[in-house]
C-alpha cells in the first residue's frame, strides 16, 4: 500500500570549512594584531631593560659611597691606561688601577678583586676579561668578554696581556676636560719608577688638575664637592659608537673596566683651556664637544651618553640616579660636572 512520499535520508548540511577569503580575513585580523602589539612589547622590554641600567649606577653609586665611608675619599682614577688594578697597592694614589676596579670590594667583588694578591701575578691576568654584568647597559650590548685589539697599549704591569676585555657602558665624572698634556709621560714605567717621581712631577701631569670627581690619582673628599653632593654628577652612561660595540676600534672604547685614567672609564662635561705659559684656566667652559647624545651610528664623541632613545642615566654625589634629557642645557650639564665652580644651577634646565 502507497504510503506517501519519505523524507529524504540525504541532508542539505551547511559546510564547516572555511573559505579561502574568510582565511585570508582572518590572517589580516592576526597581522593587524600582531603589528599593534610588537611596539607595545617593545616598549615593555627596553622599559624593563632602563630599569637595570638605573639599578645598575645605583649600585655603583652605592659602592662609591660605601668606599668613601670606609677609606674616607671616593674611588681614586689610577694612574692611566697604561696600568691595571694592583690588590697590594691599596686604594689611594698609589693604585695604578682605576676606580672600578677600586670598588669591587664594595660590589660583591671582592675575591675578583684580589686576584694575584698571594703574590701570583698571573692570576691577575685574568681580571680583564671577566665581564660584569653591573658594569653594562643591558640596551647596549651583551655581558660577554670583547676582544682587545690595541696591543701594546694598556695593562704593562701585567705578566701578559690579554686577549678579551670585560668592558664599562659606566664612566666617572672628570669635570672638564684639560685641552693639554695628556698623561704620555707614564708610557712604559714600571711600579718601581713611577712610585719614586715626586710629588711635583706628578702635578706637572695636566690631567691631574680635575674639577670633577675622578682624575689621575684622585683621592676626592665629600668635603671637596663644595656645590652639594645632590647638585654634582658622580658618574653616568657613557657615549659609544654603535659600529663599533664589539670590535674595541673606537679610542674611548678600547680598554677594560679596570685600568686606570683614560676616556674607557672617564667622561667630560666641559672644557678648560691651558695657555701657551701653562696658565690653567680656573673656570672653564661648556664646550658642544661633551653635549650628550644617544649613540649614533657613523659618529664618536666622547662625553656622556646611552643607546636609550629618551634620555641617559647619570648618578649623583648623593647616591641618586636620574635620567637625564638630551637637550639638557650645555651649560647646566658643564655645571653639574664640575664640583666646585659655586656656581647655581636651574633644575628646570637638567
Wanted: hydrophobic share 35%; net charge negative.
Amino acid at each position: 500500500m502507497y504510503g506517501g512520499n519519505h523524507q529524504s535520508e540525504i541532508r542539505n548540511q551547511k559546510s564547516a570549512a572555511f573559505t579561502l577569503v574568510e582565511l585570508l580575513v582572518v590572517i589580516t585580523i592576526i597581522g593587524i594584531l600582531i603589528a599593534l602589539l610588537l611596539p607595545a612589547v617593545q616598549a615593555a622590554r627596553e622599559a624593563a631593560r632602563q630599569v637595570q641600567c638605573k639599578n645598575n649606577l645605583k649600585q655603583i653609586g652605592l659602592g662609591c659611597m660605601h668606599h668613601e665611608e670606609m677609606q674616607g675619599f671616593l674611588p681614586t682614577g689610577g694612574w692611566s691606561f697604561e696600568y691595571a688594578g694592583e690588590p697590594t697597592r691599596g686604594f689611594d694614589k698609589r693604585q695604578p688601577g682605576g676606580w672600578l676596579y677600586n670598588i669591587l670590594p664594595y660590589m660583591e667583588q671582592q675575591a675578583l678583586h684580589d686576584l694575584g694578591i698571594d703574590g701570583n701575578r698571573t692570576d691577575m691576568v685574568r681580571r680583564p676579561p671577566t665581564p660584569l654584568a653591573a658594569y653594562i647597559c643591558p640596551t647596549r650590548r651583551r655581558v660577554v668578554a670583547y676582544p682587545f685589539v690595541v696591543f701594546g697599549y694598556g695593562y704593562e704591569n701585567l705578566p701578559s696581556q690579554p686577549t678579551t676585555l670585560g668592558r664599562s657602558d659606566y664612566a666617572g665624572s672628570g669635570g672638564d676636560c684639560v685641552n693639554g698634556v695628556w698623561a704620555t709621560d707614564l708610557n712604559g714605567l714600571t711600579l718601581a719608577d713611577a712610585d719614586k717621581k715626586s710629588e711635583t712631577w706628578w702635578l706637572q701631569l695636566v690631567v691631574t688638575q680635575g674639577n670633577g670627581i675622578f682624575h689621575s690619582r684622585s683621592m676626592t673628599k665629600m668635603a671637596y664637592i663644595t656645590d652639594g653632593t645632590s647638585n654634582t654628577y658622580l658618574a653616568g652612561e657613557k657615549y659609544v659608537w654603535p659600529d663599533h660595540y664589539d670590535d674595541g676600534i673606537p679610542p674611548n672604547d678600547d680598554q677594560g673596566w679596570d685600568i686606570g685614567f683614560d676616556w674607557d672609564n672617564l667622561r667630560w662635561s666641559g672644557l678648560t683651556s691651558i695657555s701657551a705659559a701653562g696658565v690653567l684656566d680656573p673656570i672653564g667652559s661648556a664646550d658642544a664637544t661633551y653635549q650628550p647624545l644617544q649613540d649614533t651610528p657613523g659618529f664618536n664623541t666622547p662625553g656622556f651618553g646611552s643607546a636609550h632613545s629618551n634620555g641617559f642615566h647619570m648618578a649623583f654625589c648623593d647616591g641618586s640616579v636620574q635620567m637625564m634629557n638630551y637637550s639638557i642645557d650645555l651649560e647646566t650639564h658643564h655645571r653639574l660636572g664640575n664640583r666646585k665652580d659655586g656656581l647655581t644651577i636651574d633644575g628646570k634646565k637638567f
